[in-house]
């Protein structure tokens, strides 16, 4: 039910800006957030925002170089990802936790929506 895009090839220190659609559904009731998994690796949580946009958090390895926004008038999520790193390759998915309005740090067997992910590559 969420429609990820913007993923692709980029080289090390480029960005890349990641866009979550909620086709047929409002999402702006709870915070969204974005997961990655790398091939071998295990799905971790890469960033959250609250139902109003006004809280963010960020999982260690990407603050201060991924930034999170929504726009609810247009029913949409966006992961601004840059200095990105070869360790970012994964596909990246949009998540939504139903029970959450803020933003925290967020479970994969927490999450009530999921997208079908996008593909960032980072070559060095």
């Known amino acids: 039910q969420l429609v990820e895009s913007g993923g692709g090839l980029v080289q090390a220190g480029g960005s890349l800006r990641l866009s979550c659609a909620a086709p047929?559904?409002?999402?702006?009731?709870?915070?969204v957030g974005w997961f990655r998994q790398a091939p071998g690796k295990e799905r971790e949580f890469v960033a959250a925002?609250?139902?109003?946009?006004?809280?963010?958090y960020y999982e260690d390895s990407v603050k201060g170089r991924f930034s999170i926004s929504r726009d609810n008038g247009k029913n949409m999520v966006y992961l601004q990802m840059n200095s990105l790193k070869p360790e970012d390759t994964a596909v990246y998915y949009c998540?939504?936790?139903?029970?959450?309005?803020?933003?925290?740090?967020?479970?994969?067997?927490?999450?009530?929506?999921w997208g079908k992910g996008t593909q960032v590559t980072v070559s060095s």
């Open positions: 998540a939504q936790d139903t029970r959450k309005r803020y933003a925290t740090s967020m479970r994969p067997q927490d999450i009530a929506f």
């Open positions: 047929g559904r409002t999402f702006s009731d709870y915070a």
């Open positions: 925002i609250s139902w109003a946009g006004r809280n963010t």
